[in-house]
C-alpha cells in the first residue's frame, strides 16, 4: 500500500507541475533581446573610442601667458606636460567608459555569480584605464613637447621632437632653429630637431667610427646655443675647425646641453646616458647653479628608494595628467593672496650649493678618468649688467677653477678674457652670446684644446 501510495503522489504532483510555456516564440524573443543589447553596448563602446580617437587629434593650444612662466622654467614645464587636451581626453574618457559599464552592469550583469561579477569589473578596469592611457599616448605624440618631465632630472629634451619654427615659438621662445643636416646647410633655420638621444645634435651611432674622437658637451641655455642656429654654435664651429685640423680622424663635438640645467642635472644626465656613448673629453658649460629659486635640485627629485616606482609612473600619461593637476592646484594655492609681484615670497636658495656644485663636477670629472678620458670646464660669459653678476657668481667660478686644478683639469676662462674686452656686441641678451659671440668661444676653445694636446695625434 505504501509503494502504490507513494506512487500516486507522485503522479499528482507530476499533474500539479505549471506548464512550460516557453515555446519557439520565448525562445526567439529571448536571442532577439540579447542581441540588441549587445547591440547597444557595441554601439556605445565604438562611439566612445571614436570620440576619444577625435579628441586626441585635436592639435594641442599653448597659453602665451601662464602662470608658471613668472616662476621660472622649472614651473612653466610642470604645469604644460602633457599638453593641453590631456585632460579632456582622461575625463571623457573615463565617463564614457563608466557609463558603458552601467548599461552592462543594467542589461547583463544582474544575475551573474558573485565571482563573475568581480572578474568582469576587474577587466573592465583594466580596459578602462588601457583605452585612456592609449589615446593620451596617441596626443601626446600627435602633440609633442620640446620638453618632458624627468623623475631625476626635473626636465630633458623629448626624443626625436622636430617642429617649425613657427610652432616652436610657441613651445620655448624661438630658443634656437636648425636644420636636421646643419653640416650640408648649416644657415637653413626651417627646423629645430632634437636626436633620439635628447641632445640638439644630427643623430649619430654609438659604436665609434675607426679614429674617432668624441667630445660630448653637457651645459645650459649658452652652450645649448639659445637663439642661435645649429651650425652656427661654437661646438659645430669648434668640430669644423678640428676636422679640419685632423683630416685623417673623424671629430665629434657632440652638444647634449639643455637650457636650464645645472651641474646636478648634468652629474646624473651622464650617470645615466653618457657612457654608453663613450666620450674621449667632457666638456661642462654652465652659470645655472648659483640661480635663486624656492627649492635647491636636489630636492625636487624622489627619494632614491622610490625611484623604480616613479621611473615606471613617469611613463603613464594618467599619472602624469594627475600630477599635473594636482601641481597647478597646489601652486595655486600656495600663490593665492599674493596677486602682486611684491606680495610673492622671494627665492631665497640657491639651485646648487656651491659645496654640491664643487661634488657635482670632481664626481664627473672623475667619472670621466675612469673611462679613460679628460675633461674641460668652461667659464662661461655674461654681461656686466646681467642678474647673475655678483660675488656669489664669481665665488661658483672659483670653485670651478680650484676643481680644475686639483683634478688636473683644463680650465678655460672665457668670461675673464671677454670682461677685459668691450664683449657688449657679442650677446643676444645678457646671459647667450650671439653668433659673433660663439664664433670667438669657438676659437678660443680650439686653441685650448690644440695647445694642450687634447686630441692625441696618433689614433688609440
Given at each position: 500500500?505504501s509503494?502504490?501510495?507513494?506512487?500516486?503522489?507522485?503522479?499528482?504532483?507530476?499533474e500539479?507541475?505549471?506548464?512550460?510555456?516557453?515555446g519557439?516564440?520565448?525562445?526567439?524573443?529571448?536571442?532577439?533581446?540579447?542581441?540588441?543589447?549587445?547591440?547597444?553596448?557595441?554601439?556605445?563602446?565604438?562611439?566612445?573610442?571614436?570620440?576619444?580617437?577625435?579628441?586626441?587629434?585635436?592639435?594641442?593650444?599653448?597659453?602665451e601667458?601662464?602662470?608658471?612662466?613668472?616662476?621660472?622654467?622649472?614651473?612653466m614645464?610642470?604645469?604644460?606636460?602633457?599638453?593641453?587636451?590631456?585632460?579632456?581626453?582622461?575625463?571623457?574618457?573615463?565617463?564614457?567608459?563608466i557609463?558603458?559599464?552601467?548599461v552592462?552592469?543594467?542589461?547583463?550583469?544582474?544575475?551573474?555569480?558573485?565571482?563573475?561579477?568581480?572578474?568582469?569589473?576587474?577587466?573592465?578596469i583594466?580596459?578602462?584605464?588601457?583605452?585612456?592611457?592609449?589615446?593620451?599616448?596617441?596626443?601626446?605624440?600627435?602633440?609633442?613637447?620640446?620638453?618632458?618631465?624627468?623623475?631625476t632630472l626635473?626636465?630633458?629634451?623629448?626624443?626625436?621632437?622636430?617642429?617649425?619654427?613657427?610652432?616652436?615659438?610657441?613651445?620655448?621662445?624661438a630658443?634656437?632653429?636648425?636644420?636636421?643636416?646643419?653640416?650640408?646647410?648649416?644657415?637653413?633655420?626651417?627646423?629645430?630637431?632634437?636626436?633620439?638621444?635628447?641632445?640638439?645634435?644630427?643623430?649619430?651611432?654609438?659604436?665609434?667610427?675607426?679614429?674617432?674622437f668624441?667630445?660630448?658637451?653637457?651645459?645650459?641655455?649658452?652652450?645649448?646655443?639659445?637663439?642661435?642656429?645649429?651650425?652656427?654654435?661654437?661646438t659645430?664651429?669648434?668640430?669644423?675647425?678640428?676636422?679640419?685640423?685632423?683630416?685623417?680622424?673623424?671629430i665629434?663635438v657632440?652638444?647634449a646641453?639643455?637650457?636650464?640645467?645645472?651641474?646636478?642635472?648634468?652629474n646624473?644626465?651622464m650617470?645615466?646616458?653618457?657612457?654608453?656613448?663613450?666620450?674621449?673629453?667632457?666638456?661642462?658649460?654652465?652659470?645655472?647653479?648659483?640661480?635663486p629659486?624656492?627649492?635647491?635640485?636636489?630636492?625636487?627629485?624622489?627619494?632614491e628608494?622610490?625611484?623604480?616606482?616613479f621611473?615606471?609612473l613617469?611613463?603613464?600619461?594618467?599619472?602624469?595628467?594627475?600630477?599635473?593637476?594636482y601641481?597647478a592646484?597646489?601652486?595655486k594655492?600656495?600663490?593665492?593672496?599674493?596677486?602682486?609681484?611684491?606680495?610673492?615670497p622671494?627665492?631665497?636658495?640657491?639651485?646648487?650649493?656651491?659645496?654640491?656644485?664643487?661634488?657635482?663636477?670632481?664626481?664627473?670629472?672623475?667619472?670621466?678618468?675612469?673611462?679613460?678620458?679628460?675633461?674641460?670646464?668652461?667659464?662661461?660669459?655674461?654681461?656686466?649688467?646681467?642678474?647673475?653678476?655678483g660675488?656669489?657668481?664669481?665665488?661658483?667660478?672659483?670653485?670651478?677653477?680650484?676643481?680644475c686644478q686639483?683634478?688636473?683639469?683644463?680650465?678655460?676662462?672665457?668670461?675673464?678674457?671677454?670682461?677685459?674686452?668691450?664683449?657688449?656686441?657679442?650677446?643676444?641678451?645678457?646671459?647667450?652670446?650671439?653668433?659673433?659671440g660663439?664664433?670667438?668661444?669657438?676659437?678660443?676653445?680650439?686653441?685650448?684644446?690644440?695647445?694642450?694636446?687634447?686630441?692625441?695625434?696618433?689614433?688609440?
Open positions: 500500500m509503494g502504490a501510495g507513494s506512487l500516486q503522489n507522485q503522479a499528482d504532483r507530476q500539479k507541475k505549471p506548464p512550460d510555456n516557453r519557439p516564440e520565448k525562445k526567439k524573443g529571448s536571442w532577439v533581446s540579447i542581441a540588441y543589447r549587445l547591440f547597444i553596448v557595441i554601439f556605445l563602446f565604438i562611439s566612445s573610442l571614436y570620440v576619444l580617437w577625435y579628441l586626441s587629434s585635436i592639435p594641442s593650444s599653448f597659453s601667458s601662464n602662470i608658471g612662466e613668472k616662476f621660472g622654467m622649472m614651473y614645464l610642470q604645469l604644460k606636460s602633457p599638453p593641453p587636451g590631456s585632460e579632456i581626453i582622461t575625463l571623457v574618457g573615463v565617463f564614457l567608459l557609463g558603458i559599464y552601467l552592462i552592469d543594467l542589461f547583463f550583469l544582474q544575475k551573474v555569480s558573485f565571482k563573475a561579477k568581480i572578474l568582469f569589473n576587474l577587466i573592465w583594466i580596459l578602462l584605464f588601457g583605452t585612456v592611457e592609449l589615446f593620451l599616448t596617441r596626443h601626446t605624440r600627435l602633440n609633442p613637447l620640446p620638453n618632458k618631465l624627468h623623475p626635473i626636465w630633458e629634451f623629448t626624443p626625436n621632437f622636430g617642429v617649425g619654427r613657427r610652432g616652436f615659438r610657441k613651445r620655448i621662445g630658443s634656437g632653429m636648425g636644420s636636421p643636416n646643419f653640416h650640408a646647410d648649416k644657415r637653413r633655420i626651417g627646423f629645430i630637431q632634437i636626436n633620439r638621444y635628447g641632445m640638439r645634435y644630427p643623430d649619430f651611432p654609438v659604436e665609434k667610427e675607426p679614429g674617432e668624441r667630445f660630448i658637451l653637457l651645459g645650459d641655455s649658452s652652450a645649448y646655443g639659445h637663439g642661435v642656429s645649429v651650425g652656427c654654435r661654437y659645430d664651429i669648434l668640430e669644423e675647425k678640428l676636422q679640419e685640423a685632423y683630416p685623417h680622424r673623424k665629434r657632440i652638444n646641453a639643455v637650457p636650464g640645467y645645472t651641474t646636478f642635472q648634468m646624473l644626465k650617470k645615466l646616458y653618457l657612457k654608453e656613448l663613450k666620450p674621449d673629453c667632457l666638456i661642462l658649460a654652465t652659470i645655472n647653479d648659483p640661480i629659486d624656492y627649492a635647491e635640485d636636489k630636492n625636487r627629485v624622489p627619494p628608494i622610490l625611484m623604480p616606482l621611473n615606471l613617469y611613463r603613464s600619461k594618467i599619472y602624469m595628467v594627475l600630477r599635473k593637476n601641481f592646484w597646489s601652486f594655492r600656495k600663490l593665492r593672496g599674493c596677486k602682486k609681484a611684491v606680495e610673492r622671494l627665492p631665497t636658495l640657491c639651485r646648487v650649493s656651491i659645496d654640491d656644485s664643487k661634488k657635482n663636477q670632481e664626481e664627473m670629472i672623475n667619472r670621466m678618468k675612469s673611462w679613460g678620458g679628460s675633461t674641460i670646464i668652461i667659464s662661461q660669459p655674461i654681461r656686466s649688467d646681467s642678474c647673475l653678476e660675488d656669489v657668481t664669481r665665488n661658483y667660478r672659483n670653485v670651478m677653477k680650484e676643481v686639483s683634478t688636473g683639469s683644463l680650465f678655460v676662462d672665457v668670461y675673464s678674457q671677454w670682461k677685459r674686452q668691450d664683449s657688449q656686441r657679442l650677446f643676444i641678451d645678457t646671459e647667450h652670446p650671439n653668433m659673433e660663439h664664433r670667438k668661444e669657438a676659437e678660443t676653445l680650439y686653441e685650448m684644446i690644440i695647445g694642450n694636446d687634447i686630441i692625441p695625434k696618433d689614433e688609440k
